[in-house]
């Protein structure tokens, strides 16, 4: 058992870590404090092969997925930005481990084709559209409805609570193609932005994640090629829950960036803040509190090492990724929770970090199956 990451893994890591510390930390709390997205930023990060860890090469993608090391890699990565910027964080991680995964597991040649390459190079960003208003975890109540006519399909219905959709440009779409049967009668399609009966509506104004932006996206009589299906009818509620494997890793490398940022920075401060005379670090109330986090950090990203081993083996991994995320996501907030008292008055204040780190850890606890939805999971593979 090697625990170590590999060289080209190493290598990753130190573009992605630098990319981060250098380009993204300003970004990270302008889009925060101007609630809007940095394309820019995002396309910069893109250009170093940092979008495509879950594409093939031959569809622009990085190598990673050829080596079975493509959910690694997306680890590996997507710790490194979550580190610094959750927004950023959670717009890469929807864009691989949601959208481009999907795709490539599932869709054409020909749609593979003609969608990746502008995917795993940032030209186009990609969403996942599973929620709806009425559909959250329970989500195989969806309504959204997809009708075929001749060689079309024609969409029509409404998306809630979608990252990045109002900058995204292309759409995984979980739609309704009959009334017959609940999860098995929905399909999953690609829907470009650019097709007309797209409409992107209200922008929710958020807790955290605050410069990613979240939107309810709309189909109105929104006609796409019949070939813009992928998997088969009837199949894209498997497609959904399988592609949110991979995106629950995603999301516990998430909460491992962001319980690692808070670690990092209390470590900082705690020992240069002084009080009765000695660093706040020499204390054991404030010493316990960094043990606790340093060791469930540890703890989190085995899980979601093991979790992505396994995806990235082709192994079953519902159970593994749930735990991951699970643990991962209830572990940063703890460790956000600990970073604001470690900073004392200073963390309720915006002048440091630790207060976006709180807030925008909460979310891990919620989207892409909340806490109680991750037990279901677990508990069930358990007693099955
Ligand atoms: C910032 C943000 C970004 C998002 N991005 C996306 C996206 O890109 N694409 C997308 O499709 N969706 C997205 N979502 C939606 C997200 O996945 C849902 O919000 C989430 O699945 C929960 O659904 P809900 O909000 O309807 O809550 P509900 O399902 O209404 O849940 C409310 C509460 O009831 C609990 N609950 C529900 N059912 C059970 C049960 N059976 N047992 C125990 N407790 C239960 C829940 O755990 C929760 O505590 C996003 C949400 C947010 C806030």
Redesign the pocket.
Known sequence: MDFNLNEELQLLQKTAREFAESELKKPAREMDEREEFNVEVFRKLASLGLAGLTVPERFGGSGFYESNLANQAACVVLEEINRVCASTGVTLS?HMSLFSSALNKWGSEELKARVLPKTASGEWIG?????EAGA????GSLSCAARKVGSEYVLNGS?L???SAPYADVYLVMARTSNEHKTRGISAFIVERSRKGVVIGKK?K?MG?RGSA?SEVLFEDCRIPASNLIGEEGKGFTIALDTLDGGRIGISAQAVGIARACLEDSIEYAKQREQFGKKIAEFQGVQWMLADMGVKLEAARLLMYRAAFLRDNGQPCAKEAAMAKLFASEMANKAAKDAVQIFGGNGYSKEYNVERYFRDAK?TE????????QR?VVSRALIS
């Open positions: 929807v969403a996942y559209c599973l929620s959250g975890s329970d989500a998306k609570w979608i990252t929710e958020k994640i979240t979310i919620i989207y892409e199956g909340t806490s109680q939805v279901i």
